[in-house]
């Protein structure tokens, strides 16, 4: 089946320690994109890539980091420099020049303790 | 920049009723889409319905159906005959088109979180 994998589902990080989300999608999409979603925010574009090896800051970028090597990859780290990481992570994707419909993975909830 | 406003937070609605959900944005952008995704307490966000900003006709799904006036630049969406399963978090979203800074990138609100009484 296609879709997009996120892992891990729950992940628990100590302060001052980086964690890496992963993100994979076999459907051949362009596009990857990083939400981060907190309780009455909506949710807010942290990175995203249009290209392999290419991407862009979105409204939040600060104390995160990706990478986009392969086109069916989009890991997010979590740097020890992002200053409140707890929260609900998104990773989506799309088809540049199709209907613009995201599909969305089932997110990663990060707890820091 | 886009955005895309919510007034509702929270809105309820019987079983088999009718309910409207408000959705706003603002921007200069002629070429766009607009979308509303769906989030269960799963947490997964399943699209609702998509509009077309080119397109004067608003679109239908099935029970779903959105009412598009692009000069006051609203978006509501209409859900008739409400179910148990459409109680979730309901986000509007915007999406610039073709190249340049931001294209293709889904701007959010802040959701309604819409509960249907049995």
């Known amino acids: 089946d296609g879709g997009i994998t996120q892992s891990p589902k729950y992940l628990f990080r100590k302060e001052g320690q980086n964690v890496t989300l992963s993100c994979e999608q076999n459907l051949n999409h362009d596009a990857m994109y990083w939400y981060r979603q907190d309780p009455g925010q909506g949710l807010r574009l942290i990175y995203y890539s249009q290209i392999v090896n290419d991407f862009q800051k979105g409204d939040i970028a600060e104390g995160y980091s990706v990478s986009r090597e392969k086109k069916e990859s989009f890991p997010l780290t979590v740097t020890s420099a992002q200053k409140n990481p707890t929260a609900f992570y998104l990773c989506?994707?799309?088809?540049?020049?199709?209907?613009?419909?995201?599909?969305f993975g089932e997110g990663s909830r990060l707890t820091v303790l | 920049a886009q955005t895309v406003t919510q007034s509702q937070p929270e809105m309820s609605v019987q079983e088999a009723e009718t309910v409207t959900l408000s959705c706003t944005y603002d921007t200069s952008e002629n070429n766009y889409y607009l979308f509303w995704y769906k989030q269960p307490p799963s947490r997964q966000m399943i699209l609702v319905i998509r509009?077309?900003?080119?397109?004067?006709q608003n679109a239908t799904e099935n029970r779903f159906s959105v009412n598009f006036q692009k000069a006051a630049k609203s978006f509501s969406l209409k859900i008739s005959d409400s179910q148990l399963g459409d109680t979730a978090m309901y986000f509007c979203?915007?999406?610039?088109?073709?190249?340049?800074?931001?294209?293709?990138?889904?701007?959010f609100g802040k959701g309604t979180k819409l509960s249907v009484i049995p």
């Open positions: 509009q077309e900003a080119y397109k004067q």
């Open positions: 989506a994707s799309t088809t540049l020049g199709g209907t613009g419909e995201l599909f």
């Open positions: 979203a915007f999406m610039k088109l073709f190249s340049g800074a931001g294209s293709y990138q889904l701007t």
